[in-house]
């Protein structure tokens, strides 16, 4: 299995971006996918969450609101749209599966490569 995440560069404060991960394999639709990132220096932060048919989503406070979490089950690929962004989500983002069988879930089980987003003041 592999997950790679993609479509991270430097834009400006109020700027848009859209990330993808790209999934190898043929049970995508089986797994609930997150996005989660990690800012220079601090922990891991859990981001956003969807379910297996992309019914249902969750978020993290810091960004409801601003971003947007979808699947394409045919693509095996996981999105997340970012508007208005802030310095504050200046932080690689990867991407990560869960096995689990409640949504949303509290393990994830495996992670992918994360991709770079900066955002300038």
């Known amino acids: 299995v592999q997950l790679q995440a993609s479509g991270g560069g430097l834009v400006q404060r109020g700027g848009s971006l859209r990330l993808s991960c790209a999934a190898s394999?043929?049970?995508?639709?089986?797994?609930?996918m997150g996005w989660f990132r990690r800012a220079p220096g601090k922990e891991r932060e859990f981001v956003a969450s969807?379910?297996?048919?992309?019914?249902?989503?969750y978020y993290s406070d810091s960004v409801k609101g601003r971003f947007t979490i979808t699947r394409d089950n045919a693509k095996n690929t996981v999105y997340l749209q970012m508007n208005s962004l802030e310095p504050e989500d200046t932080a690689v983002y990867c991407c990560?599966?869960?096995?689990?069988?409640?949504?949303?879930?509290?393990?994830?089980?495996?992670w992918g490569q994360g991709t770079l987003v900066t955002v300038s003041s």
């Open positions: 394999g043929r049970t995508f639709s089986t797994y609930i």
């Open positions: 990560a599966r869960s096995a689990g069988y409640v949504f949303p879930p509290s393990v994830y089980d495996y």
């Open positions: 969807i379910n297996w048919s992309g019914s249902s989503t």
